[in-house]
């Protein structure tokens, strides 16, 4: 009955925090990350029709039932009573409280997620205006004619190899790093 009720979507959606919304469902498979590692490919894939999931990885595999112990790192019976209980289909005798554990691990799993979106677009947004003043400012050096140009605009001379290392540590550097430099490349902009 579990089943039938709850879908492998819902169960990702409730249960672990991952946002289907963009995905798209009518296939007849579909590819996400896998919740139980970090993956470089989604390599998670749900067959909705059949109401089942496998890690090509090596997580495991299954229904919703498999999907809710792997994720909580509980035994199938206890997976099991949980769901009936959220579901409404247990008997008083067999009532079992959800650990708070449980729920702050998706939910911080969740956060996680929105944080590194939000940071994504951050990023996105100064490096491309980052690199729209770079090559704007290259654009005038090129422009610059004259000695006593030069000397008016020699702070342009200065900035580019500052400009280049903040864009070279947008794209090579670590994650904190560039974390670091976003803040700081915010804070030019915002003339601070």
Not at 47 to 56: A, F, H, L, N, T
Not at 121 to 143: C, D, P, Q, V, W
Not at 155 to 170: E, K
Request: charged fraction near 25%; aromatic fraction near 10%.
């Amino acid at each position: 009955m579990i089943k039938e009720l709850l879908t492998i979507e819902s169960a990702l959606e409730l249960y672990v925090g991952i946002d289907l919304s963009s995905i798209r469902i009518k296939r007849k498979s579909f590819n996400i990350s896998c919740p139980f590692h970090d993956d470089k490919y989604p390599s998670f894939t749900i067959w909705p029709k059949g109401r089942v999931w496998k890690c090509w990885a090596g997580c495991g595999s299954g229904d919703v039932i498999n999907l809710i112990a792997a994720f909580f790192n509980i035994p199938n019976n206890q997976a099991i009573k949980l769901l009936a209980n959220d579901l409404g289909i247990v008997n008083e005798r067999s009532k079992l409280t959800i650990p708070p554990q449980y729920f702050y691990k998706a939910k911080k799993q969740k956060m996680e997620r929105e944080m590194l979106e939000a940071f994504k677009k951050r990023y996105n947004e100064a490096f491309f205006r980052l690199l729209a003043i770079e090559k704007a400012m290259k654009e005038k050096t090129l422009s610059i004619k004259s000695i006593e140009k030069a000397e008016e605009k020699s702070l342009l001379y200065h900035h580019l190899p500052y400009l280049a290392h903040l864009l070279d540590v947008l794209v090579e550097g670590n994650f904190d790093d560039q974390v670091d430099t976003v803040l700081i490349i915010e804070s030019i902009l915002n003339g601070g």
